[in-house]
């Protein structure tokens, strides 16, 4: 079964610092393109980040652009999102999500999600 | 960045009902369009990636269409299981962006 599995969420304060992990098992993770996707409580999705299947290439949103850091151990079939300078803003649950397509050039989606993991940023 | 928008943002249907939602992209994405179901509590649900097609193991009863720059999922007889909030997103540009959501609930 295809699986994703995040943790490392909890109650940090503001400025403060925390390292999510997202384990994977059922498909050959160091293939696959992975993504961070955050939900601030009773909002909408919002895109994070993203690395590519060997960890060379990344990007990130503008809002964390400088402050989170998107990493991954195709050893141990886990993604990595490191969060610094946390934010109240930041407050979300935090879902990974593995990216899916026909060909490289053309439509990706998001398939299978991790259950989230909730970051909450406050004093 | 490309903006995604859903109409309605919320919608009361009963069982059996025809539901349509619509999301229109800031600029024309092709069919670079992927939709999703979320339930309180739940990680979000792919259902239909492409524009129109039917990601496996998803009713045939959802369905979805459109190119460039307007989009549509619908739901042909809405089954109790199917009340939840509704996602669109597009995958042309980095970064991808999500609509703000349809909620649908029971009439």
């Known amino acids: 079964e295809v699986q994703l599995v995040e943790s490392g969420g909890g109650l940090v304060q503001p400025g403060g610092s925390l390292r999510l992990s997202c384990a994977a098992s059922?498909?050959?993770?160091?293939?696959?393109?992975m993504h961070w996707v955050r939900q601030a409580p009773g909002k909408g999705l919002v895109w994070v980040s993203r690395i590519n299947s060997d960890g060379s290439s990344t990007s990130y949103a503008d809002s964390v652009k400088g402050r989170f850091t998107i990493s991954r151990d195709n050893a141990k079939n886990t993604l990595y999102l490191q969060m610094n300078s946390l934010r109240a803003e930041d407050t979300a649950v935090y879902y990974c999500?593995?990216?899916?397509?026909?060909?490289?050039?053309?439509?990706?989606?998001?398939?299978?999600w991790g259950q989230g993991t909730l970051v909450t940023v406050s004093s | 960045d490309i903006q995604m928008t859903q109409s309605p943002s919320s919608l009361s249907a009963s069982v059996g009902d025809r539901v349509t939602i619509t999301c229109r992209a800031s600029q024309s994405i092709s069919s670079y369009l992927n939709w999703y179901q979320q339930k309180p509590g739940k990680a979000p649900k792919l259902l239909i990636y492409a524009a129109s097609s039917l990601q496996s193991g998803v009713p045939s009863r959802f369905s979805g269409s459109g190119s460039g720059t307007d989009f549509t999922l619908t739901i042909s007889s809405l089954q109790p299981e199917d009340f939840a909030t509704y996602y669109c997103q597009q995958s042309y540009s980095t970064p991808p962006t999500f609509g703000p959501g349809t909620k649908v609930d029971i009439k």
């Open positions: 059922g498909f050959t993770f160091s293939s696959y393109w």
């Open positions: 999500a593995r990216e899916n397509y026909y060909d490289s050039s053309g439509p990706n989606w998001f398939d299978p």
